[in-house]
């Protein structure tokens, strides 16, 4: 069994809740692209959303390997309505930028409370918000390409369905979870 400080542990809980909430936010924003008949960008959110569950069911399983018994806290119900497609992916951008900044603040918690085994816990999420953060730079630089013609939609959900397609392909080769 490992210790963890009651400061972690308050720590955890709260990531428990925000990925919880990522992959709320995420299924919210499939359910708006469904309404704008964008399936590409609706994959592409399910499989994000799925991802941050698994997130959110990895800090359970570590706390209660650590003998501690995790909290199911409330979280915020996310918006349902975006502006527009690249409006909702800048905001994507700033949640992911802000789970980056929470992980990396967890991180510093460990290391001030010589917390090593949760260090280590939190590398694989160090690297998976870099990840993360790569894709969706990718998707707003595309949105940007394609610019805001007439048919820019129809081409930025193609390009994330690819873009979706790359992700799962590189998860499947074994390039990340
Ligand atoms: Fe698990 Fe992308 O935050």
Redesign the pocket.
């Known amino acids: 069994m490992i210790d963890l400080s009651p400061k972690i542990q308050e720590a955890l809980n709260n990531q428990i809740a925000y ?1 919880g909430y ?1 992959s709320n936010f995420y299924l919210a924003l499939a359910y708006w692209c469904d309404d704008q008949a964008l399936q590409g960008c609706k994959k592409f959110f399910i499989r994000q959303s799925e ?2 569950r698994m ?1 959110m069911l990895k800090i359970y399983e570590y706390m209660s390997e650590s003998g501690v018994h995790p909290k199911t806290s409330a979280i915020p119900e996310p918006p349902l309505e975006y502006e527009s497609i690249q409006t909702a992916f800048s905001k994507v951008f700033e949640q ?1 930028r802000s ?1 980056t900044q929470s992980i990396h603040n967890l991180l510093l918690l460990a290391q001030q409370e010589n917390d090593y085994n949760t260090q280590q816990f939190l590398q694989w ?1 160090v690297d ?2 870099r990840e ?1 953060e790569a894709v969706i730079r990718t998707i707003l630089d595309r949105i940007k390409i394609i610019g805001q013609g007439g048919a820019s939609l129809y081409y930025i959900d193609k390009e994330v369905e690819k873009i979706n397609q790359e992700v799962i392909a590189a998860e499947a080769a074994g390039g990340g979870e």
């Open positions: 990925e990522a991802e941050e997130h992911e789970v999420y998976e918000q993360e």
